[in-house]
Every structure is written in C-alpha cells, then in structure tokens.
C-alpha cells in the first residue's frame, strides 16, 4: 500500500511541474522532511506552494506516463526518504526538476553520498550543486523587484523563483528598447536575477488596476492623493473569464493623465460627472448636515464608485416629515436614497 502512495505522489508531483516559473510565494520551510506525506497528497491538486517544495520548476515537463526511464530513479528516491507519514530528506537537499530523460537532484554543498544509492540508474540521474539555496533566493526574492519598481519606477509585472536555473525570475512589460533594457539589467547586476519580458497589451484586470493605483502618489498622511479627474473603477464581467474587465472612470474624457492605460484589452474608461474627490467631500460632510443641522435618523454612507454616487441610508422608521425632508435635501445631491432597520447592517461594497 505504502508503495502505491509513493507512486502516486511521485505522478501527482510531476504533474505539478508542468508550468514553468509560475509566480508565486513559496513559504520557507528547513526542508522536506518537515511536509507530511498524507498532507501533502492532499494539497497537491489545490496548490502550488505544496507542491513547490517538492519538485522545482521545469521548463517541459514529460508526459505523466511511465515512458520515462528516469521515473524510475524518481521512485527509487521517493522510497528511500519516505519515513511513512514524512519525507525525510537530506538537510543538502533544494530540489528536483527533469532535463529531458536525466532526473536531476539539486544540492546545497559537494556531499553527494546520501544519494549514492542511485549510482545503479547511470546517466539517468544527474546532481548539481546550486550556488544558493531555497531559503536565500526567498529572502533576496522582494530586493530586485523593490529597485526596479520602487527607485527606478520599472514597469514590473511579477516575480518568483526559477528553481532550475537557481534564480530569482522578474517579469518586465516588453515596453522598453534594447538600450533601456540593458540599463535595467545593470540595475539588479548584483543578484541573481533573470528578467523576462512579457506582452504588456495581456495584462489582467487586476494588474491593470495596480498599475492605476502605483500612478497616484502618496501624501504625508501615507495615503494616496487622487486626481481631480479621478472619478474611480469597477470591475465588470465575470472574474476569472475572458470579459472581465477594469473600468476606469474619469470626469474628462480628453484626459491624458491615463494614457498609461490606453490600448489594454481589459481596460475600459468612462466619462463621469464626479469625481471621486468630491464624493469624498459629500460623504464627509453628511452626518453633520443630516444629523446636528437636519435631525435626521442618518445611519450610513457608502461611495458607489459603478453609479458614481452615494448610497445614504436612514432609518426605515423615520416618519413622513423626515422623509419628505430626506427627499428635498437630496434632489441636488449626487446621492440615492434608502433605508434600513436598526441596527443597521453593514453597506456591501458597491465594486
């Protein structure tokens, strides 16, 4: 039974392998031998951290089929480190990874004798030394991508660890000349880097949205200072699906403050009559207005950044007075109007 388990780890986590340098955070831990085998079964098809502490990254990975001789060896390693409900592995090991047919093991120092028992499968195993180890490419994972974002303002995309090559990968939007790119590289020369250059037309929703955000500078109060055009976003579509999109709201359409953004399949820009600066004054200005001037039974507001207005709610029991009151104060406003019992219920976002 315990052999079947084995052999199905070893399936699941070479199918885990299949997409090279997805971009993730991998959490650190000493070693292997800290991962429960059972737990680990069970996290595979779910995550990919589980499955990265287990086997590097690949650039192809090989049909998840026994026609690979090298499977073999793979077995062979999984059964003699496996403690039952542990993979207990040695403290030199970083990793694994397949280059065509050879299974290759990667290794902290030159002590390679806690895997002489694989001697007998030849050329179809194969161990390198690494120059560093998975912990230290963790901690110098965020130091590149903070010089090129942060003091060099490059337009980075992501970044993650391509164990194989033992580096720290960076994706770059391919918006720069040969020239610039050169400059870049000179940036993070120091670190083990490679930078990737991807199309930047294929940017997500999401990406698309914090690139807008990293557009607005911070104040002294360590929040951002929106532009007075600046009317806010929603996402429209459905998420994960080819039409999910960001749609950018803007109060003049021939601005050019967001040309950053123009030409992105999932952006999208909407003219609006506010801006988000001036529904943020009409918000903060309602409990004084409705409460201490009005006597109104005011309970919340919430900024609808989609209909770009303000959704103020009263109490539903307020009496025919107030609510022609409530009626009159808001017909020149940007605002709708609804109401709820006491106590009232938390606003859900409007994005």
């Known amino acids: 039974m315990k052999k079947y388990l084995i052999i199905i780890l070893s399936l699941l986590l070479l199918t885990s392998c299949a997409n090279s340098h997805e ?155 040969d020239e610039e790119k050169a400059e870049i590289a000179s940036y993070v020369e120091d670190y083990p880097v490679i930078i990737k250059y991807v199309d930047y037309h294929h940017i997500t929703a999401a990406e698309a949205l914090d690139m807008l955000y990293n557009s607005f500078e911070f104040n002294e109060r360590g929040t951002r200072d929106y532009p007075d055009d600046y009317a806010g976003y929603y996402f429209d579509g459905d998420f994960g699906q080819d039409n999910y999109v960001l749609a950018v709201l803007i109060t003049d359409e021939n601005s050019t403050r967001y040309d950053f953004l123009k030409g992105y399949e999932k952006v999208r820009f909407e003219t609006a009559e506010h801006s988000l600066n001036e529904l943020w004054e009409i918000r903060a200005q309602l409990p004084s207005e409705l409460i201490k001037e009005l006597d109104l039974p005011f309970l919340g507001a919430e900024i609808n950044m989609r209909q770009n207005i303000i959704d103020v709610t009263f109490d539903e029991t307020c009496s025919e007075e107030q609510r022609a009151a409530i009626t009159e104060y808001a017909a020149d406003k940007p605002v709708t109007v609804g109401y709820a019992p006491k106590p009232y219920p938390e606003l859900q976002s409007a994005i």
């Not at 595979?44 to 690949?58: D, F, G, H, I, R």
């Not at 049909?63 to 059964?79: C, G, L, R, S, W």
């Not at 499968?121 to 194969?126: A, D, K, P, Q």
């Not at 390198?128 to 010089?147: C, F, G, Q, S």
């Open 23 to 177: 971009h993730y955070r991998i959490q650190p831990t000493d070693y292997i031998s800290n991962i429960a085998l059972s737990e680990t079964i069970e996290a595979l098809p779910q995550t990919k951290s589980a499955s990265s502490e287990v086997c590097a990254e690949t650039d192809e990975a090989p049909d998840n089929t026994y026609t690979n001789p090298a499977y073999a060896a793979h077995d062979a390693f999984m059964e003699h480190f496996d403690r039952g409900e542990y993979l207990h592995l040695p403290s030199n090991y970083q990793g694994i990874y397949y280059d065509g047919d050879v299974f290759v093991i990667q290794i902290s120092d030159e002590d390679q004798s806690p895997y002489d028992f694989l001697s007998e499968y030849g050329g179809l195993v194969r161990i390198e030394t690494v120059k560093y180890t998975r912990k230290e490419l963790e901690a110098l994972r965020d130091i590149p991508w903070n010089i090129l974002k942060d003091e060099h303002s490059i337009d980075v995309v992501s970044n993650g660890i391509d164990h194989k090559n033992n580096a720290i990968e960076i994706e770059v939007f391919d918006r720069y000349t």
